[in-house]
């Protein structure tokens, strides 16, 4: 809401000056009393009095007005949406699991780390329910502390603070001796450790010492307890239970054979939150599940995707009746559990939008027989292409290039899923690709047609593979490799990752290759051409992938043919940003905006990322996902342009049109090379396929 | 019955197939969910290819290491994929696994199972908890290995195993996707059931059915 202003409050008045009435409604509010009404009330601050002095009608009228705008829609009012999603997300927990209290904090502050703010949500519920006389057991780990570390309470009396395990190595900062001692510290309670190991060398070590009278007491007063507050652990790779030292590694190969999905204060659960038994369970000192299921108040604080298993196995075996979460586990747990009534209490008030008439089922396409497309589409593009390219003798899924492969020079084998045409298979040509390999639609071909196409590109220079970072291309194109370097072939391999969406940085070669494929077809090809050696034209082509960079929008997904639904539904509000060249999701839904707007973003995540100065030169691709007309692609290569130029940013080459599809996608991608002075000589390059030609005449 | 074991993993590769058949646009709905919606595509395509490839086959002369080797064969040159390197890999292990073996006794099917689950690790570099076709066929196979060791009956081995299989590919809805397209997704693979751990879960049943 704005502040009270003087000028448009004085223009507000000054209407009145005119004759008496309400025919005086300024011109820019139309003659709409209620936008009228709002815009004073709510943008300039008036009170409700003062708005029926400016508008001339009584006080009533103003707070009908008021109420009505309201109903009617013309004001909105909101809560911040993140902020709304995370009390969504706990009301949600709590009546799912039954539970006391949940606490969720919202994930929009992504600067802090997540143990962080965990630890400081833990500390906000424990303080309010920790009371005087209070003996509150503590289980170790990295939230925990955090929460111990946070945690600030008024002066409370005779509250102690135990320990909820035997102690461990200290070659950690969160063992159970101080992660309890830093809660204990923060309530100024009287601290109890266990003064005995958590696991212990036997069985009968672990009956000696709980006879010992000193630990007999400990335990006593752990059983006494009528809070606890415990973090839960997966059993993931990435969890800190394989390197805290608190197990050894063997004995949990044993519990994760046996299917345990979690841990909490040293004890394994099944998915269900059952006890899985193993070699440790009579050599663990500690608080034991069941009681631990017997406490009053048992407060859980945990978070991150990898735990959801973990977590609702906790919920579900009853640990827990306070969580302490973030909102994006929170959601994933309930999502596990088959809650699906979140997704519509999410997107809030989104009104259902009426089915029009003309409302079908099916996509219609051009087809013959859905599980023909691939071989008829082959059929068509050999006989429209003949000029450019040829089966290799006893295989359509092998095309190689008429005038492509020759003695001494290093061969180019490029290859993928079929639906992404004219990728790849119109890169196949004279100073590109030598020889491309199909697959079924977005499937990767098998080994047979590589090794095909290695055979026939190979000029005894060795071959060079390069595809898109994919799981199934890389396993089909590693057997195939094998199986050609059986043959005398030396095979290499530069993998294509240039979609900066779907990985963050630190993951770059985790990357997907989409559209930007392109600019490293076309480097690879022109090395190759020169007759550079293998390991030029590798290095090379790995430094096109290391400098190009891809942003895809989808609007629409996409159909296949067999199916003609979409495979997947985009909202009619939303876009899917980061979105790849296959059926699959982007990396995240949001509303659509303009144009303008929807370059930008892409713009700023590829600025990020690109170290290009003033002066620099780039090549641009903007690139059709299939469904999205040129018309459109020109809008966006109108602002990619100015973004570019604005930066001093010289556009040495561009191409706007259908360069990687994914059969009929609303939707396009961005793709920048960040040039150098080889990478320049080498775009310019000639070369000439049935869809690229460049300074051929 | 008196079936050479040849003639009975080809059958259990014509019940696999029917399987894959009856479950093909569920599979390819839930692939929809977190991938691109072609995995029971894939998999039709990849079984009416192995079953083709046998037919080829003089099933009263080849061993199960052969039928095993052609299933290989004709699995990965029609497929391609991600599931036909994977798929490829498993039979091929479990081929070797059968190598110079004449019946198909239960500690034959302990070791086809290790050797298939194997495969498709090594191959995949995925391990448990990844939400993908080896949360079905790991515990599927220390099932077995398990029910060999404790001196089941035939019946109560296969009940195992197949348990095992369904409780492991139910229990992907709950895991986050880590490797794969449906790992772009992140979180938002949660609650839906990995499609190739369902088909994994369809061939175990048809498994347990035919041996």
């Known amino acids: 809401m704005a502040l009270k202003t003087s000028s448009p409050r004085k223009g507000g008045i000054g209407r009145v000056n005119g004759p008496e009435g309400v025919d005086s409604i300024p011109l820019r509010y139309g003659d709409d009393p209620y936008v009228w009404a709002c815009w004073l009330y709510y943008e300039d601050g008036m009170t409700q009095g003062e708005i029926a002095e400016a508008m001339g009608v009584s006080r009533a009228t103003v707070n009908s007005y008021l109420a009505d705008a309201r109903e009617k829609g013309i004001v909105n009012i909101s809560i911040e949406p993140a902020r709304l999603a995370s009390l969504t997300i706990a009301q949600e927990l709590k009546r799912h699991f039954g539970l006391s209290d949940c606490l969720v904090v919202p994930n929009d502050d992504d600067s802090r780390p997540l143990i962080g703010r965990l630890g400081a949500a833990g500390a906000q519920a424990l303080a309010k329910m920790i009371k005087s006389g209070d003996t509150l057991a503590v289980a170790w780990g990295r939230t925990i502390l955090s929460v111990g570390e946070h945690l600030e309470m008024g002066p409370l009396q005779d509250v102690t603070v135990v320990q909820a395990t035997g102690g461990t190595t200290a070659s950690f900062a969160y063992t159970p001796e101080l992660t309890t001692a830093a809660v204990a510290r923060a309530i100024a309670a009287r601290c109890v450790n266990i003064t005995a190991p958590a696991v212990v060398a036997s069985g009968e070590m672990h009956r000696m010492l709980l006879a010992e009278p000193l630990i007999r007491e400990q335990f006593d007063t752990l059983a006494r307890a009528n809070r606890i507050v415990f973090g839960i652990s997966s059993l993931r790779p990435n969890s800190t239970i394989h390197t805290s030292g608190f197990f050894e590694s063997v004995p949990l190969q044993h519990y994760l054979a046996k299917g345990a999905a979690g841990v909490l204060a040293g004890r394994f659960i099944d998915e269900r939150g059952r006890p899985v038994a193993g070699p440790l369970d009579d050599r663990t000192i500690g608080i034991s599940l069941e009681m631990l299921r017997g406490i009053g108040t048992r407060v859980a604080v945990a978070g991150g995707f990898d735990k959801v298993p973990a977590l609702l196995a906790a919920l579900r075996g009853g640990y827990v009746n306070v969580l302490v979460t973030d909102a994006a586990t929170g959601a994933g747990i309930l999502r596990a559990d088959g809650v699906t009534s979140l997704d519509g209490k999410l997107s809030q008030r989104q009104k259902s939008v009426p089915v029009a008439n003309s409302y079908r089922s099916h996509v219609k396409k051009f087809l013959n027989n859905p599980n023909d497309v691939v071989e008829e589409m082959l059929d068509g593009l050999i006989a429209a292409h003949k000029p450019y390219l040829e089966p290799v003798a006893g295989s359509r899924r092998a095309l190689v290039a008429r005038d492509g492969p020759r003695p001494g020079k290093v061969g180019l084998v490029i290859g993928g899923g079929a639906g992404h045409e004219p990728c790849f298979v119109g890169y196949v040509g004279k100073g590109l690709a030598d020889a491309v390999a199909i697959g079924n639609i977005f499937s990767s071909p098998p080994p047979d047609p590589i090794v095909k196409c290695a055979v026939a590109a190979s000029g005894g220079a060795g071959v060079l593979f390069v595809y898109g970072n994919y799981a199934g291309d890389v396993m089909n194109f590693e057997m195939a490799a094998e199986l050609a370097e059986e043959q005398g072939i030396p095979i290499r391999t530069v993998l294509t990752t240039d979609d900066i969406a779907s990985s963050p940085v630190e993951d770059k070669e985790g990357r997907r290759g989409v559209a930007g494929n392109f600019f490293v077809f076309k480097v690879a090809g022109a090395a190759c051409d020169r007759g550079l050696t293998l390991d030029e034209c590798e290095a090379v082509t790995r430094k096109a992938n290391d400098r190009t960079f891809t942003v895809g929008v989808a609007l629409e997904s996409c159909s296949m043919p067999q199916t003609r639904r979409h495979n997947f539904e985009i909202g009619p509000d939303d876009m899917e940003l980061g979105m790849g060249i296959h059926g699959e999701p982007g990396v995240s839904r949001e509303r659509i905006r303009t144009a303008d707007e929807i370059v930008d973003t892409i713009m700023d995540n590829i600025f990020k990322e690109m170290k290009a100065e003033s002066g620099d030169r780039v090549a641009v691709l903007v690139n059709s996902f299939g469904a999205t007309p040129l018309m459109e692609l020109y809008i966006l290569f109108r602002r990619v342009e100015q973004r570019l130029s604005a930066k001093n940013i010289t556009i040495e080459a561009s191409w706007v049109g259908h360069y990687c599809t994914s059969l009929d996608m609303v939707g396009a991608s961005i793709s920048i090379l960040h040039l150098d002075r080889q990478l320049t000589d080498l775009m310019h390059h000639p070369c000439r396929s049935s869809i690229l030609t460049v300074n051929t005449p | ?211």
Not at chain 2, 98 to 113: N, P, S
Not at chain 2, 116 to 144: C, H, N, Y
Request: glycine share 10%.
């Open chain 2, 1 to 211: 019955m008196s079936e050479s074991a040849a003639r009975a993993l080809a059958r259990m590769f014509g019940r696999m197939a029917e399987a894959i058949e009856a479950e093909k646009d569920h599979l390819s709905e839930l692939d929809g969910a977190i991938g691109d919606g072609d995995h029971g595509i894939t998999m039709s395509l990849g079984f009416k290819a192995v079953n083709k490839a046998l037919a080829a086959l003089d099933l009263d002369t080849a061993s199960p290491s052969e039928v095993m080797q052609t299933a290989a064969t004709g699995f990965l040159d029609a497929v391609g994929a991600s599931t036909g390197p994977l798929y490829a890999t498993g039979l091929r292990r479990a081929a070797q696994a059968l190598a110079g073996r004449k019946e198909l006794d239960l500690a034959a099917c302990r070791d086809m199972l290790a050797a298939f689950s194997e495969g498709i690790r090594d191959r995949g570099k995925a391990q448990r908890g990844d939400k993908t076709m080896l949360d079905v066929w790991l515990p599927a196979a220390e099932a077995a290995a398990t029910a060999v060791a404790d001196g089941r009956s035939k019946q109560d081995f296969w009940k195992a195993v197949t348990i095992a299989a369904d409780n492991g590919a139910a229990a992907t809805a709950t895991m986050v996707a880590t490797k794969g397209r449906a790992a772009r997704v992140r979180e938002r693979s949660l609650g839906h059931l990995d499609p190739g751990a369902a088909s994994a879960a369809a061939l175990v049943r048809a498994m347990a059915e035919t041996l």
